[in-house]
């Protein structure tokens, strides 16, 4: 008899029709339970807000990193015409901008946004809208459309409780039937061949499916990504665009390339089965560390890296919890499979021992899968749940009750069997006994109940996320000069420590001026830093934009902006801003104390399922006095180096850094603004007499790495040949030179 004819025999199919059912429901209903899509988080100008001038640029922040190729933005006017176009800015992936057009008449605008989310590729559409000069009836924008793709909701599905399955049968052979059945006797696998053939037929169908799922999670996505249909997803190949160039593509890859190895070593176990039967088992048993990899491919894309909590841990989490629902409802089903055919042949008292041989094991493991279950998914709401109302108040809440609700009866399903399994224990629960005594048919309901509550999971992760209550920022920054004939507006962009966009804005005569070059300069004076000349990208209208993230703390900042006209005059504008971290992007958020608990409650909960096992380690220890005394001594001076060490190393990192750039020990206090360059370089031309020749270009040359209070003493005390400048001069009047001396710098 060949391999399929072992495999799908019609004796088999008889007997596995009923829970062959119930899997089938769980695989297409079951979607693992996981946060809806990212949100926003900063609007520049807010939803609805009201301008009495057009902004230079629209800006947007997202909780989670966007797809560039993907995500777009789009500003009409209240006619319907489009008047800019924008995408995802290089300098920050989550944050999607667009540049206005100077001259923007009043009245109302719509900004229209697709969004498509780089963790876990989810695309969704909505727009706001703002005004100029005063707001216009009958205009709004449209929330985002979150309701999941019921192509995605299938395939999401099947991948996931098809990953669930294979992780549980490898689990339920390695650390249950073959503690509980396995014989020497049994070469191939340790188990009887029927046992056996029902393993391999049930890792076989699951593989299949993942397969399966995979193709269509990458066609769907594709469709998705590109808005298109499947036809020309396939003939103009876009789903090898999404493999290949997005991060969904990325993990899609590793975790086929996983199933690829799983399926590699299946294949081997049953090509080796008779030649080399001693294989089988270190095959099948490696495959369940390869499918816990691939259940970590789902939680390295799940929302949990973007959390705004820990991330890390967030993702840890995330892939511990589907390590336990894997052995506890893959377990479930992939007992509820086996079962009937390895019990088949046996009868009476055999049947009965051979059935609480596996049971007891699995019970205890089940129930610390249970344990790890409800402690990781307590911290993960915690992720998500910000205020009481966010439980009774919100769809996402009431989606996580109704699910709660499936798992309490599941849990007590799951409770007759632990009550059944202890007959002596639980005498006064003799009917429960009675009636759970064959175990079969109340593994298949459990099964059933297993896929509704796989069923509720999947609504929960079609309803969007409670968004945080955020704090009201304060506008960016935004001052104008006038500085000749030239009109210079600056706007910083969102103004807080961090990566920040200088929009520069430059006017002539009320006409916007196109052809300058443009440079601009972050100082800390407090500091005696500055940063780089950042070169300012010239765009329409008189736009010139620049990104950094020079601004690195709160305090006084200045920004010098310098404008080389056609004609080759420069003139210069200064700004100084009081930046707080008020006006920051939210990036992250501290635990709380809930947080901390419920974190505290996966510690606890995963050591109570290791105590077993480290306690047998620990009885095997020396635990003679020298031994004990050797390991104390080794762990104190392992501890008592590190601390050390890491202070050492803090210490000269510290001690680096105030070298090469300590404390000065006076502070630049004036602005270098036209008016300050003006008063020093007539002081300097009055007073720095003999300041020429080789010891000035020398000093030139170093400007960029001297520092303003070296200036300050330069021209008091004089330097390295150059004389001290013979003027009387107040401190305010030496900044002036100071500033005066930075614009022979050679750019």
């Keep these: 008899m060949n391999m399929g004819s072992q495999l799908l025999s019609i004796e088999q199919r008889l007997v596995l029709r009923p829970s062959l059912l119930i899997t089938l429901l769980m695989l297409v209903l079951g979607v693992r339970p996981a946060a809806a899509h990212g949100f926003l988080i900063r609007a520049i100008p807010d939803d609805r807000a009201v301008l009495e001038r057009a902004p230079v640029r629209l800006q947007y922040w997202f909780s989670e990193g966007l797809e560039p190729a993907f995500s777009s933005i789009t500003v009409r006017d209240q006619t319907g015409t489009i008047i800019a176009e924008g995408g995802v800015t290089p300098e920050n992936t989550s944050l999607l901008a667009a540049r206005l057009p100077r001259g923007l008449r009043d009245g109302a605008y719509i900004v229209d946004m697709r969004i498509a989310f780089a963790s876990d590729g989810h695309v969704i559409a909505q727009s706001s809208v703002f005004f100029i000069g005063q707001a216009v009836g009958g205009v709004a924008g449209s929330a985002a459309n979150t309701q999941a793709d019921p192509l995605e909701v299938i395939w999401r599905g099947l991948a996931l409780s098809s990953t669930m399955l294979l992780f549980g049968m490898f689990a339920v052979y390695s650390g249950i039937l073959l503690p509980a059945w396995g014989n020497p006797a049994f070469r191939a696998g340790g188990l009887p061949p029927r046992v056996m053939h029902r393993i391999n037929w049930v890792i076989a169908i699951g593989l299949v499916i993942a397969f399966a799922a995979g193709v269509m999670a990458l066609l769907q996505q594709a469709m998705t990504f590109f808005n298109t249909d499947l036809s020309a997803v396939i ?315 020079e601004i690195d703390r709160e305090g006084l900042w200045w920004s010098l902006v310098d404008v080389t006209l056609p004609d080759g005059t420069t003139q210069r504008a200064a700004f100084d801003w009081n930046i707080t971290n008020a006006a920051s992007v939210l990036q992250s958020r501290p635990p709380t104390i809930v947080n901390v608990l419920a974190l505290f409650g996966v510690m606890v909960a995963v050591g109570w399922v290791l105590y077993p096992a480290a306690y047998r380690v620990y009885q095997r220890l020396d635990l003679s006095p020298a031994a004990v005394t050797v390991a104390v001594g080794a762990v104190v001076a392992t501890v008592f180096v590190t601390v050390l060490g890491n202070a050492f190393i803090q210490n000269l990192s510290a001690e680096y850094q105030a070298t090469l750039n300590p404390p000065p020990q006076v502070v630049n206090t004036v602005l270098p603004n036209a008016e300050s360059l003006l008063r020093g370089q007539s002081l300097y031309a009055a007073d720095c007499v003999g300041w020429e020749g080789r010891s000035l270009a020398e000093l030139i040359a170093r400007l960029p790495r001297t520092r303003d209070d070296q200036l300050f003493y330069a021209t008091r005390d004089g330097w390295n040949g150059l004389p001290a400048c013979n003027g009387n001069w107040t401190d305010s009047q030496r900044w002036d030179v100071v500033n005066a001396l930075r614009t022979l710098e050679v750019p």
């Design 235 to 549: 003939s103009q190949q876009l789903w090898s665009v999404t493999r290949v160039g997005t991060r969904f593509g990325e993990i899609w890859s590793g975790r086929m390339l996983l199933l690829g190895a799983v399926a590699v070593m299946f294949g081997l176990s049953l090509y080796f089965r008779e030649e080399q039967p001693e294989n089988v088992r270190p095959f099948l048993s490696a495959n369940l560390w390869a499918m816990a990899l691939v259940i970590g491919s789902f939680s390295i894309g799940s929302h949990g890296a973007g959390s705004l909590m820990l991330p890390w841990v967030a993702v840890f989490n995330d892939w511990l919890h589907g390590l336990a629902v894997g052995f506890w409802a893959g377990g479930v089903a992939a007992l509820a499979l086996m079962l009937p055919s390895a019990l088949a042949p046996l009868e009476g008292d055999a049947r009965r021992l051979a059935l609480l041989a596996v049971m007891r094991r699995f019970s205890r493991w089940a129930v610390a899968a249970l344990v790890i279950v409800i402690s990781s998914g307590i911290y993960s709401a915690t992720n998500w749940f910000y205020t009481p109302a966010d439980v009774t108040q919100t769809p996402f809440g009431g989606a996580l009750l109704f699910k709660l609700i499936l798992v309490a009866v599941l849990v007590a399903v799951g409770a007759t069997h632990h009550i059944a399994l202890r007959p002596e224990r639980y005498q006064q629960f003799e009917v429960i006994i009675r009636r759970v005594n064959n175990f079969v048919p109340t593994l298949r309901l459990e099964m059933l109940i297993v896929a509704f509550v796989l069923v509720s999971a999947g609504w929960l992760s079609a309803t969007p996320i409670p968004v945080p209550p955020l704090a009201n920022a304060v506008p960016p920054p935004n001052a104008s000069q006038q500085v000749g004939d030239l009109n210079i507006i600056l706007t910083i962009t969102p103004g807080g420590p961090g990566v920040n966009t200088y929009d520069t804005l430059i006017t002539k005569d009320g006409h916007p001026m196109d052809e300058a070059a443009v440079r601009l300069q972050l100082v800390h004076p407090e500091r005696d830093w500055r940063g780089k000349w950042e070169i300012a990208e010239g765009a329409e209208s008189g736009l010139y934009v620049a990104a950094g993230a």
